[in-house]
């Protein structure tokens, strides 16, 4: 069973710092590339930052380029997100994702149960 546990979220004050964690099991996590995705209330869930599944290459959403790193342990199973500068408007639910191709146009999505990001003074 593919499974993704993230870990790491709280309270932080602006400008401040936070590590998440997402540990994965189930399925061989090297060969697979990982996300984070954040959701606020009242808004749409929004990617945050990608990872290959090798780590030798990263995207991120503007409003996180500087400020968010994400990186991955493939030895650890775990893909974590750095992220400093934080700002209130960074407030969510922080969720890690991946998905498996089985085949052209199959596609299936895996995500964790989130870990709650509060950015306040």
């Known amino acids: 069973q593919v499974q993704l546990v993230e870990s790491g979220g709280g309270l932080v004050q602006p400008g401040g710092s936070l590590r998440l964690s997402c540990a994965a099991s189930?399925?061989?996590?090297?060969?697979?590339?990982m996300s984070w995705y954040r959701q606020a209330p009242g808004k749409e869930r929004e990617l945050v930052a990608t990872?290959?599944?090798?780590?030798?290459?990263?995207n991120y959403a503007d409003s996180m380029k500087g400020r968010f790193t994400i990186s991955r342990d493939n030895a650890k199973y775990t893909v974590y997100l750095q992220m400093n500068s934080l700002k209130p408007e960074d407030t969510a639910v922080y969720y890690c994702?991946?998905?498996?191709?089985?085949?052209?146009?199959?596609?299936?999505?895996?995500w964790g149960q989130g870990t709650q990001v509060t950015v306040s003074s």
């Open positions: 994702y991946t998905y498996r191709g089985y085949g052209l146009g199959s596609r299936r999505d895996y």
């Open positions: 189930g399925f061989t996590f090297s060969n697979y590339a």
């Open positions: 990872i290959t599944s090798t780590g030798g290459s990263t």
